[in-house]
């Protein structure tokens, strides 16, 4: 989740989503199993085989939330010099209630289903 305090515009060094990295991050993750990734170094894996990833701004109103899933490269931009008003956002955790279930067919959360898809 991405809260917007503030209004964020193209203008105002929006944070930057790689649309579709989601799927991506999904197959490189899936050989580490249940035991995961080494953060630092899987981040710096997914930053570059997304780099074909279309970027996508992430703008809005103040009060403006957008939901976004956890797999989602993104990133900071410098704030330009035309960027003169502070901009306000924050990304609180947001724990799952159960523990995922990538191996189910139906009645699955949209988080798995985008995994199990993304795996084939």
Do not use: K
């Given at each position: 989740?991405?809260?917007?305090?503030?209004?964020?515009?193209?203008?105002?060094?929006?944070?930057?989503?790689?649309?579709?990295?989601?799927?991506?991050?999904?197959?490189?993750?899936?050989?580490?199993?249940?035991?995961?990734?080494?953060?630092?170094?899987?981040?710096?894996?997914?930053v570059r085989a997304t780099a074909g990833c279309r970027e996508v701004a992430a703008t809005g109103r103040?009060?403006?939330?957008?939901?976004?899933?956890?797999?989602?490269?993104?990133?900071?931009?410098?704030?330009?010099?035309?960027?003169?008003?502070?901009?306000?956002?924050?990304?609180?955790?947001?724990?799952?209630?159960?523990?995922?279930?990538?191996?189910?067919?139906?009645?699955?959360?949209?988080?798995?289903?985008?995994?199990?898809?993304?795996?084939?």
């Open positions: 989740m991405l809260f917007l305090y503030t209004d964020v515009g193209p203008d105002d060094a929006p944070t930057l989503l790689r649309s579709g990295s989601h799927h991506e991050v999904a197959r490189l993750l899936a050989p580490h199993g249940s035991a995961g990734a080494d953060w630092l170094p899987f981040c710096g894996e997914a103040a009060g403006d939330v957008h939901l976004v899933h956890p797999f989602v490269v993104h990133r900071a931009q410098a704030m330009s010099s035309a960027a003169r008003r502070p901009r306000v956002i924050a990304q609180p955790p947001l724990e799952p209630a159960r523990e995922p279930a990538f191996d189910l067919v139906a009645g699955t959360a949209p988080v798995e289903r985008v995994v199990r898809e993304a795996l084939g």
